[in-house]
């Protein structure tokens, strides 16, 4: 056999600090923890300094490990931003969940858990508490504003949205964000006082205005699917003066009191029976749930009187888990 040629593997700047150069971009891995084993967790990273100063937005993707068209989108992002237009300074993690990323689903294969709902995380606790610990601090160290992006899961497949939480500390400036991404649907998620907080809800609750928004999902990464990602992130950085152009904001109308997640009780095929974008009314069936021999075990029926499909499942669903979800424009 003929020799082959060595590969050399590259060697990436490992990123302990969150700087670089003005007018520069930097990619690399930024080491988070050691693991049990004492091996290094590690997170891909770019920061983007402009020359001038400005706030900095950090802005994170694939919390969830099959939401593939949100780490497309943020190193198309972060490849196309303009430094020579640029103020301030972004920081784009364009994959949390390494682990659930190369296993091609949803939670970390390592404690089964979701990194997104492990607030504030805990430094003593599973893998996925450890990192989500460690990101929710270096955000309150370092940002002035935050993005979550999020696109759909294997299971899950949603219409192009941004949301807030309101009720907290930083709520009104985490309005006046999804109001400025352009999204054509925007949420507001009132929280109480036991509601469970994930990673944007947490920065706003510690006075880091921040916003989650999706679209696409089924790990597709068309353009359709990871554009208006991309085309969101950058309204958000003209409104906070990071890019020269002006956006307008949607006109507080256009806000959807909350989301109304609908589980199925029994488990089965699931076939829907409404399109993504539909408005549907109190008692309309919105999807049917099948066994393996075709029969039917469960309808999912619309709970409210008024609302508009977001996001709904598709393939095999097991008892409990969300087969459509709506927004409410107000909690009637």
Partial sequence: ???????????????????????????????VLDNCAGLPETIPIWIIQGNDIGPTLWIQATVHGDEYAGTWAASALANDVNLENLKGRVIILPVVNLHAFYARQKTSPVDSLDISHQIPGDPEG?????????????????ADAMIDIHSGTSIYFCKEFAIYAGGLKASQKAEQLALHTGAPYIVQEKIYKNSELTMFMYATENGVPGIMISSGGHRRVENAFW????????????FLGMLPETI?????????????????????????????????????????????????????????????????????LMPGEGAIELLLRDHS
Avoid at 2 to 31: C, D, H, M
Avoid at 227 to 238: A, E, G
């Fill in 227 to 238: 554009r208006p990602i991309v085309n969101q992130c950058k309204n958000i950085m003209r």
């Fill in 126 to 142: 599973t893998l996925s508490q450890k990192i989500a610990y460690v990101i929710n601090k270096k955000i309150l160290e370092t």
């Fill in 248 to 316: 307008f904001p949607a006109k507080k109308e256009t806000i959807f009191q909350g989301i109304e997640f609908i589980p199925c009780s029994v488990g089965g095929i699931i076939i829907n029976s409404v399109n993504l974008g539909d408005w549907v009314k109190k008692g309309q069936i919105l999807a049917r749930l099948f066994d393996v021999f075709g029969e039917l075990v469960e309808e999912i029926v619309c709970p409210v009187e008024h609302a508009l499909v977001i996001e709904h499942a598709s393939g095999l």
């Fill in 1 to 31: 056999m003929k020799n082959q040629p060595s590969r050399i593997t590259p060697q990436l700047p490992l990123i302990e600090e969150f700087v670089a150069e003005p007018g520069k971009k930097v990619k690399g891995i930024w080491y």
